[in-house]
């Protein structure tokens, strides 16, 4: 026992000593483990709230009281040396109890628990081969958009090895990922597992050129409210090369060798070569050029595409650029033939004028479009669309079957459903595509849309488009007015009769404001069309000032009206967003903060009116912070009214 007591007493000097002890090289100490960084906090939190929510005839109100409380920990930390293993551990716990008192429905308490573990794990850094390891945990609730309370719970894991050195470095890097999501109120539920392997080789053979390589293998299995499973197994090859000679920014060259093949629900390959060239020659010409090639298998349809587009520019005194070009395309369909060739220029001129400048352009080009057919009805699949609010987006063709589409997102395995992410507007021959506020497409961004279209016979025509655009910058920019003129006309008609030509001519002018605290304009548009003519009117203004050195205030408005004339009877579209913020400091290291949100959009199935209101007392003594706060919400969604108030306090320590 004594023996065994005195090595218990010896082990933790000389862990103590080995912290002094140095590497072979006697450059870097040597341990066992050793804590780099600790940080983190420990919290709770308490607040109640009333929700008052009617739905036609359906009435119910409710009071909320919960409790949580929590730690978060950070910590960084090395094994025998930075250079052998360097790790992240993050954890957060953060449980806590719900008691609902309802009058329509029962009664309910419930326990929630947030949870987040994450690991990160690096050995040798600093060395040719090195090797990172991830493992993430996170369950967590939010309201997208206030409209749309969700539930998430994300598993992810992965490692990646990378071999650098001068030759050629190689990485390769794996990922594991399971989303479970689920909306609440809706109980719409989706998840998503993914696994997705990649590895990159990157080569340069001299110092004017760069070579990559990657692969990849992506599986996909998306599975829907409904049980509806979508998988999709994805790989993916990419060869690219820039070649600068000389170093020279003055000449490059650009390849791209991609193929990609997709199996599962959606069945697709695609295999794409191009080249583009940009040389700066003498004369103060600059020529641009490129051309792709494409090989695009789908079901029941197979396509070949050659694009080529040339430009030659030209910059006088640097006051006026002009540049002429020529782009042409070539599809060879399974079902239909088509070569489009576009030919034009275009002059920039800019110009000091008395307090300001000048800018003038003008761009023509000559459109010719001939298409072989037969009448036929066409498959069309993963054509892009970016949805923003206040932007009118149409689907590509005219004639679109409403029941074939299908939007998904960038991934194309997961589905959006009709009247809950997205809705369809007829206009005419054409179909808007508008996002759902609440829904899970955020607001400004990209889909994939497939469907199927009644495509006329052969036809032929030509069409020319004009633009014009004036600008005046007054006063150091302050004060600035700018005007757009654009027209398309067709002619040499053949067998055009099916096909919906888009006649158009648009006014567009507007003026901004900006001195400084203030940036405000306006803007007026007239959109004369043959398939979707409106009118639009635009108001913007942003205000941002300091007063003394205890308030900031920033304010955001914006007021967008359309009026769509494609109907017998006007159709009108109202948007108007505020937003804003205060901040006051009452004393050192106390503030009062007031965030403020309100919108309001009316139209075909888009009624929305929502406004949300926080101010919250935040306090700091040390590493004790206190916050509190009140928070009011209202919403009227397409005849659902939700009322909402509630407070809140929470206390944190930091260590």
Known sequence: ??????????????????????????QRPMYFWKFNTVSGQVGLQGLYREQERVVSDFKDSEKSYFLSGGIQVKTNSSILNPNFLVLDLDGAYMPGTDRQNYIVTPDQSEVCTAKKANLGALFFQQ??????????YDQSFSARENLTDVKSVNRHWGALLSYNNRYLPVSIDF?????????????????????????????????????????????????????????????????????KPGGSQKYNLNTVVSEI???????????????????????QLVFNGGYNFYIINQDLSNQVQHNLNTSLGHSLFKSLQSKVFLDYSSINHTVYKETTTKTGFEITYSKKIP?????????????????KSDPSLIAVNNESYTLTDGKIELLRLADITL????VKDETGTLIYENGLDYMLIERGSYIEIRRVPGGLIANSSSVLVDYSALQPGSYTYDANSNVVNASIYLFKNKLSFYYRFSNQDYFNLESTQAVALNYFTQNLA????????????AEYEEYRSTILPYHMMRYYANIQRTLGQKLILMLNGNLQNYIMLDKPEPEYQ???????????????QTNLNVDLMYRKQTGQGIDLDLLSLKSEITSQINLLYLTFGLELYKRNYVGEVVNFRGTYVKLIRKF
């Open 175 to 243: 990922h594991s990922r399971n989303w479970d999501e689920t909306e609440i109120q809706s109980e719409r539920k989706y998840s998503i597992d993914q696994k997705l392997f990649e590895t990159r080789i990157t080569k340069s053979f001299t110092k004017a050129d760069r070579s990559e390589f990657r692969y990849s293998h992506d599986y996909n299995l998306n599975i829907n409210q409904n049980l509806f499973r979508v998988a999709n197994t994805i790989d993916n090859v990419d060869f690219t090369n820039h070649i």
């Open 261 to 283: 093949h997709q199996q599962g629900y959606t069945q697709f390959n695609r295999f794409q070569a191009g080249e583009n060239v940009n040389l700066q020659l003498p004369g």
């Open 1 to 26: 026992m004594k023996l065994k007591a005195k090595y218990m007493i010896m082990l933790p000097i000389l862990l103590g000593l080995s912290c002094h002890a140095f590497s072979q090289d006697g």
């Open 403 to 406: 029941s074939s589409v299908v």
């Open 127 to 136: 060395k040719q081969v090195s090797l990172k390891l991830v493992a993430d």
């Open 574 to 588: 109202n948007f108007m967003d505020i937003t804003g913020k205060a901040i006051y400091s009452i004393f050192r």
């Open 510 to 521: 507007g003026c901004r404001f900006n001195f400084g605290f203030l940036d405000a304009g």
């Open 355 to 371: 307090y300001g400048q000048l800018l003038i352009s003008y761009k023509f080009d000559r459109l010719h479009q001939d298409y």
